[in-house]
């Protein structure tokens, strides 16, 4: 290069250093967050966990809890949209209403609901729409979560089809509405309502009062909460207090405006322009997580590590789980665990790993599910504005020594 | 005997709660910047939720800040005159904003 040019390019990098914040902002997405440490406050039932807001509470999970398919109560992640949550609640006198358009209004107890319905459990993966949304760049808006705003539980209860045969559906009903219990600090402030079209609600949704064989824990939904397997976490409504059967959708916040994707193929749209039609978020898509190491393990060389993680998607199933050790130059399967937990479980995953190279390399999972669909690299994630289902494939960097 | 029956029943039909009194989420303090507009902040902001939810939603431009404003008025109904709007849009972009307009 003649030193000239090397002037003039030097000269024309500086103005668009310069000029960024009016020149047109390319959308690309990273790794997600991953270096947020625990909080010293344990909240009520959990041990201390990745905290972003007391109230309303917002608590993420760290990622080395995520190497087995199931996720201790204790450590589930939290998720609020209301100040004021009932700080108490008396299994004696508790109700869960079912009315609207039905034959029969019911008031059940929670003890007639342990005993006068068919017991069931499903384990399925509970996940935040926006888990992982700090990948996105530009900064999307909503808390900047790590990629631990999930986690997967055996859930008790009874079929939300059972109560509805029981209340008796009128010919005209359509749409199923669920009501929490968390309160705004102001009256007029919008109930966290979600509403669910009948055609929607298959034998797997369930109303459920256990988590892992234990109460819910107050945090995640005490005592009874809709379990949706399969969807995201923002319609299984916790401390429900009432089901309604309309024939008429409602116009609702929390359905309308919140928790929506660009109405695409790509479900994606530019800072600069946002694509006027969207869609809610519902289904999972593919994605894997590593739970071990993390980027605080001590790796020995030439040591034998056993690289563990979950994967999940909406139901569909994981085929495989493909892992590499040296930043995606080679890539491997990995084993998978029995899949006895179901289809909506996580499928919990290890890879044996020897390092034989000293300092830092890279750990990357992509999960392929039975339908085919694969994880993206998070460089080729769209951007969408409310940062809504990053699924790109996970990275962990550890330094062998 | 009649009284042994009813301790019966009432054992049978108890249901126990992991927590038997009341739960307390614990108050926790964010690190907050103090200027022009916290009054604002605090009235209107904080009110609802904690400084944390602010905070924790990353360095955004002077358009997303007042759109989330904007939000609270016509979505949650937040009780906010012009003069809040544009106090506490300032104070967000000056201490949590991205230096861009939008």
């Known amino acids: 290069m003649e030193r000239r040019d090397f002037f003039k390019k030097t000269a024309a990098i500086a103005g668009a250093t310069a000029l960024g914040s009016s020149t047109l902002e390319a959308a690309t997405t990273q790794q997600p967050i991953d270096n947020r440490k625990v909080s010293p406050v344990a909240f009520p039932e959990k041990r201390p966990l990745i905290m972003y807001s007391d109230r309303p509470p917002l608590l993420e999970t760290p990622r080395d809890v995520f190497t087995s398919a199931l996720t201790p109560n204790d450590q589930f992640f939290v998720r609020w949209h209301m100040p004021d949550i009932p700080t108490h609640i008396d299994p004696e006198t508790f109700t869960i209403s079912v009315n609207g358009l039905v034959k029969k209004e019911l008031n059940i107890s929670l003890n007639d609901l342990k005993t006068k319905f068919e017991q069931v459990e499903v384990t399925a993966v509970l996940q935040c729409g926006g888990n992982s949304r700090s990948a996105f760049k530009p900064i999307a808006g909503g808390i900047q979560w790590g990629s631990g ?5 055996t859930w008790k209860g009874v079929r939300l089809k059972d109560i509805l045969d029981q209340a008796g559906l009128q010919k005209d009903a359509v749409w199923i509405g669920f009501n929490g219990s968390e309160k705004a600090a102001y009256y007029e402030t919008p109930n966290f309502i979600r509403e669910l079209e009948l055609s929607e609600l298959d034998d797997h949704v369930i109303l459920a009062y256990q988590m892992n064989g234990e109460d819910l824990p107050y945090l995640n939904g005490y005592p009874l909460r809709l379990v949706i397997p399969g969807y995201y976490s923002d319609s299984w409504v916790k401390m429900l207090s009432n089901i309604t059967v309309t024939n008429k959708y409602k116009k609702l916040f929390f359905m309308d405006v919140a928790y929506r994707v ?20 519902k289904k999972m898509n593919v994605k894997s997580v590593i739970g071990y190491p993390t980027r605080d393990s001590v790796v020995s060389h030439k040591s034998h590590v056993v690289i563990r993680g979950v994967a999940w ?9 493909m892992v590499s050790t040296d930043g995606g130059k080679t890539w491997g399967k990995a084993l998978l665990d029995d899949g006895k937990l179901g289809r909506y479980a996580y499928r919990a995953f290890r890879f044996a790993f020897k390092p034989n ?4 390399t890279t750990i990357m999972t992509k999960a392929i599910s039975k339908i085919g669909e694969e994880q993206p690299l998070s460089k080729d994630i769209k951007w969408n504005h409310g940062g809504y289902k990053y699924n790109g494939i996970d990275e962990v960097t550890v330094e062998v020594v | 005997m009649k009284k042994l029956i009813l301790v019966t029943a009432v054992l049978t039909s108890a249901l126990f709660a992991q927590v038997n009194e009341k739960v307390e989420v614990p108050y926790v303090p964010f690190p907050v910047k ?6 604002a902040i605090q009235t209107h902001c904080l009110m609802c ?3 944390g939810y602010i905070i924790n939603q990353g360095r955004q431009s002077k358009k997303f800040w007042h759109g989330k404003v904007i939000k609270m008025v016509d979505h949650f109904k937040a009780p906010m005159d012009e003069q809040a709007i544009k106090e506490t849009t300032e104070y967000l972009f000056e201490h949590y904003g991205n230096g861009k307009l939008k």
């Open chain 1, 149 to 153: 705003a999930m986690g997967c539980a």
């Open chain 1, 262 to 281: 660009p109405d695409n193929e790509t479900e994606s749209e530019t800072p600069e322009k946002k694509f006027p039609k969207t869609k809610p978020i």
């Open chain 1, 313 to 321: 998607d909406d139901g569909h199933g994981i085929q495989d789980v």
């Open chain 1, 357 to 360: 190279e000293l300092g830092k």
């Open chain 2, 34 to 39: 103090m200027g022009k507009g916290f009054d």
């Open chain 2, 49 to 51: 939720h904690s400084f």
